[in-house]
């Protein structure tokens, strides 16, 4: 049996100032950074084989910050990619290290790309289109805000994605980490507990506080960290 931790970022500073945020690369606030050091003590004596990060900063700092709560003996580091000229570099002496984990970045773990509401007030949005269309952007499965992604289509990324890298590992007998986001991890906790469109759209993800799951051949049981 294997396990999958979720996580949701800490805070971020567009959080803190309740604005559209999406692909736009802003750090953690000071509450998502006591957020992630929160999720790490609770995680601080499972065993973790491997991480997976978007490509967002605001990943990376609750990743690594949470592991850096923990009493084992294991240090992340970060993988790079084979397309860079000097990968062997930096995996040089790395390979075969059972103190070293490996973090893996992917943008498929991105959050929602929020179009054309990225970078604005949710509060003066909503005076702007209404409450209800606002909403209806949020929360609905797949209606798309202004040249923007739906949760279907950051769906269409995240889950095979998850099936392919993800769930090979724990198939594996890895323990596996993901810090995310929230649209992202609701696609794969919609995945994995079978939820349907309507169900999906009443989940919500918290900041900072870690989801996980027993794997078992081919079956999640969802279980307190």
Same mark, same amino acid.
């Given at each position: 049996?294997? &396990?999958?931790?979720?996580?949701? $970022? *800490? ?29 790490? &003590?609770?995680?601080?004596? %499972? ?5 997976? !990060? ?5 990943? $990376? +700092?609750?990743?690594?910050?949470? +592991? ?11 993988? $790079? ?27 498929? =773990? ?15 949005? +909503?005076? @702007?289109? *209404?409450?209800?269309? #606002? ?7 797949? #209606? ?28 594996? *007998?890895?323990? !596996?980490? !993901?810090?995310? $986001? ?7 906790? +919609? ?8 169900? #999906?759209? @009443? =989940?919500?993800?918290?900041? *900072?506080?870690?989801?996980? %799951? ?8 969802? !279980?307190?960290?």
């Amino acid at each position: 049996m294997s &396990k999958l931790i979720l996580l949701r $970022h *800490g805070q971020s500073e567009w959080n803190k100032q309740n604005l559209f945020t999406g692909w736009i690369d802003i750090p953690l606030s000071q509450k998502g950074i006591e957020e992630a050091i929160s999720a790490g &003590k609770s995680l601080s004596e %499972y065993n973790i084989d491997v991480v997976y !990060v978007s490509s967002l900063i605001r990943s $990376h +700092m609750t990743a690594f910050i949470a +592991m850096a709560q923990s009493k084992l003996p294991k240090i992340p580091y970060i993988y $790079h990619s084979s397309e860079d000229p000097k990968a062997s570099w930096y995996e040089l002496g790395a390979q075969g290290n059972s103190f070293l984990i490996p973090v893996y970045k992917a943008w498929e =773990l991105n959050e929602r790309m929020y179009g054309a509401l990225q970078a604005k007030s949710k509060t003066e949005t +909503m005076k @702007e289109y *209404g409450e209800a269309q #606002v909403k209806l952007w949020r929360r609905s499965y797949d #209606v798309q805000p202004p040249e923007g992604e739906s949760l279907e289509e950051t769906s269409k990324r995240s889950i095979p994605f998850f099936k392919e890298k993800i769930e090979k590992d724990l198939k594996n *007998g890895k323990d !596996v980490f !993901v810090c995310a $986001h929230g649209n992202s991890l609701r696609s794969i906790v +919609m995945e994995i507990e079978r939820l349907s469109n309507e169900e #999906v759209l @009443e =989940l919500e993800i918290p900041t *900072g506080v870690p989801i996980v %799951y027993n794997y078992n051949q081919g079956a999640f049981e969802k !279980v307190t960290a």
